[in-house]
């Protein structure tokens, strides 16, 4: 989660003489956050560590993320998929077929998540936290914006958006279960395995003209 999206107006600003940016007041909160928690946890963190990481005052961090911890959370998980969509979309323009557009988002899709460091730690030592937010709207916010990132780029290979942002849901889907529940031996940021499902589970079902 070390993008930052536009939750709390998370704009990056940077000083043109010089090239350097500056980190915003809730950018610095959210990089605290991840840094208390790869090293306690979510439920250990508390506001006042992820203040103290920051520098920056209970007070403060409470007027930027006035949910607290459970509002810094979530706008740490929005930042990931923000960041996630926007890549997976590149990808799936720059593919030539319906079965290489899908694959491409499977592939992308699948890798970002496999090196996002407090995706990784949250899985393997606190996974009820990230079923929590999914549970809690996540999920459906999570389709939803690949679907609308990535359903144009497909529409040329299906001739039609709704379908084509049908398609990306029903991809962004697979990615999620298969986070939660992976199959043995399988990983969709292999090309070769995510051609496999788009060809043998996907594209007879959902081929152009169905």
């Given at each position: 989660?070390?993008a930052?999206?536009?939750?709390?107006?998370?704009?990056?600003?940077?000083?043109?003489s010089?090239?350097a940016?500056?980190?915003?007041?809730e950018?610095r909160?959210?990089?605290a956050?991840?840094?208390?928690?790869l090293?306690?946890?979510?439920?250990k963190?508390?506001?006042?560590?992820?203040?103290?990481?920051?520098?920056?005052?209970?007070?403060?961090?409470?007027?930027?993320?006035?949910g607290?911890k459970?509002s810094?959370v979530?706008a740490?998980?929005?930042?990931m998929?923000?960041?996630?969509?926007?890549?997976?979309?590149?990808?799936?323009?720059?593919a030539?077929?319906l079965?290489?557009?899908?694959?491409a988002?499977?592939?992308?899709s699948?890798?970002?998540?496999?090196?996002d460091?407090?995706?990784?730690?949250?899985?393997?030592?606190?996974?009820?936290?990230?079923?929590?937010?999914l549970?809690?709207g996540?999920?459906?916010?999570?389709?939803?914006?690949?679907?609308?990132?990535?359903?144009?780029?497909?529409?040329?290979?299906?001739?039609?958006?709704?379908?084509?942002?049908?398609?990306?849901?029903?991809?962004?889907?697979?990615?999620a279960?298969?986070l939660l529940?992976?199959?043995?031996?399988v990983?969709?940021?292999?090309?070769?395995?995510?051609?496999?499902?788009?060809?043998?589970?996907?594209?007879?079902?959902?081929a152009?003209?169905?």
């Amino acid at each position: 989660m070390s993008a930052v999206a536009d939750a709390h107006d998370l704009t990056v600003r940077g000083d043109l003489s010089t090239g350097a940016v500056e980190s915003t007041p809730e950018e610095r909160v959210l990089e605290a956050l991840q840094e208390c928690v790869l090293r306690w946890g979510v439920q250990k963190t508390t506001v006042e560590d992820i203040a103290r990481s920051a520098g920056m005052s209970r007070a403060t961090v409470y007027r930027l993320f006035p949910g607290g911890k459970s509002s810094m959370v979530e706008a740490g998980a929005l930042a990931m998929v923000t960041d996630l969509v926007d890549q997976v979309a590149l990808a799936v323009a720059a593919a030539t077929d319906l079965t290489g557009a899908l694959t491409a988002l499977l592939v992308v899709s699948s890798t970002i998540l496999a090196d996002d460091e407090m995706l990784n730690f949250l899985m393997e030592h606190e996974q009820s936290v990230v079923e929590a937010q999914l549970a809690l709207g996540g999920l459906d916010r999570l389709l939803a914006a690949v679907g609308a990132g990535a359903g144009p780029a497909l529409e040329p290979h299906l001739g039609d958006a709704a379908r084509a942002q049908e398609a990306a849901v029903w991809a962004a889907r697979t990615v999620a279960s298969h986070l939660l529940d992976p199959a043995d031996g399988v990983s969709l940021a292999d090309p070769t395995a995510a051609h496999h499902l788009v060809t043998t589970y996907f594209l007879p079902g959902f081929a152009p003209g169905d």
